[in-house]
């Protein structure tokens, strides 16, 4: 499925298969998540996508042919491939640990074709082994809902009470590590949006209310899902004192003024880029330790505009997942 130009409809093309370059792995697709960047991208709020474009980075694959110099992994091996799609290595962002911040980074399905496809290639090194127990589609959304939530979920620090904003895909996820980590989840979705309330709860919210409303405690940290500015000064009133604000969207509206106040006491109001290889090795390492399920929507190839749709205006709850073979 290919998106032609920005703020098109993806369009079904039969392309020829690609192959594997030094470095590089061909993979099989079995499944790929359906993300809020994706809206983004297609929508023409993030500026540059090569087009055409072939979007989605939350894809998993059985790799069917390895390129010259790859070595960790063999045909028949299954991974994920996530938004971070390469990196320079050289550059003082990539020296110093931060290669999220790379200037040279190449981004799945943003400046490279990604997994809404039968067939990708990907940067061997970029790559994850996928764990055992979750099957391909219910691993697809942890490539980046999951990855990049937990990127934000660390930079929330250590807090007790930990409020999420905006309760789709990455919150869901979150929301179940959390608990399984002993903490407190106060979780925010539209007004209105009872179903949405009720599946927080599911998730195991200890509270679950409107995204205008105050929580019923102070919070210790914050995590904004929603890319709506105007939650950033509500969230900073909902966090006590040196608590923490985070920005885990690619692209938000327009923050509104604030009072100084807001922030005062020591509150940190932050975003987050991208994500780290570090970052994947970490997540795996706590879904070893805590099992999340990631309630997958399936949606056949075919009908990726449906569950971008269905995304966009919130219909799914849990995480949209696309296969191209039913």
């Not at 959390?178 to 998730?203: I, N, Q, S, T, W």
């Not at 919210?205 to 509500?234: H, K």
Request: charged residues 20%; neutral net charge; aromatic residues 8%.
């Amino acid at each position: 499925m290919v998106l032609p130009s920005a703020g098109a409809r993806l369009e079904p093309r039969d392309l020829p298969q690609p192959s594997a370059g030094p470095g590089e792995v061909l993979l099989q697709v079995q499944a790929c998540g359906v993300c809020r960047t994706d809206l983004h991208i297609v929508d023409g709020e993030l500026a540059h996508p090569v087009l055409p474009l072939i979007p989605g980075h939350e894809l998993v694959g059985r790799i069917v042919q390895v390129g010259s110099g790859v070595t960790a992994v063999r045909p028949g091996d299954r991974v994920g491939v996530p938004w971070l799609g390469g990196t320079c290595g050289v550059c003082s962002w990539c020296g110093s640990g931060r290669e999220n911040l790379c200037d040279e980074a190449r981004f799945t399905g943003y400046t490279v074709n990604g997994g809404y496809a039968e067939y990708a290639v990907a940067a061997a090194e970029y790559c994850f082994p996928i764990p055992d127990g979750y099957a391909d589609v219910e691993a697809a959304p942890l490539l980046c809902a999951g990855l990049i939530g937990y990127r934000a979920y660390r930079f929330a620090g250590q807090g007790e009470r930990l409020g999420l904003y905006g309760f789709g895909a990455a919150a869901h996820i979150l929301a179940q590590l959390a608990r399984g980590e002993g903490r407190e989840v106060y979780a925010f979705v539209r007004r209105g949006d009872e179903e949405g309330r009720r599946f927080a709860l599911e998730m195991g919210a200890r509270w679950a209310g409107w995204s205008d409303e105050r929580p019923p405690v102070a919070l210790d940290a914050a995590i904004l899902f929603a890319p709506v500015g105007a939650l950033v000064p509500v969230a900073l009133g909902a966090v006590t004192k040196g608590g923490v604000v985070v920005c885990a969207g690619i692209h938000m509206s327009d923050i509104p003024r604030f009072p100084y106040r807001l922030l005062w006491e020591e509150r940190l109001l932050r975003s987050v880029a991208n994500l780290t290889r570090a970052d994947g090795q970490a997540f795996l390492a706590a879904l070893a330790r805590h099992r999340v399920s990631t309630h997958p929507v399936v949606y056949p190839l075919a009908r990726a505009n449906d569950a971008l749709d269905d995304v966009r205006a919130g219909r799914v709850k849990g995480a949209a997942v696309l296969v191209a073979r039913e």
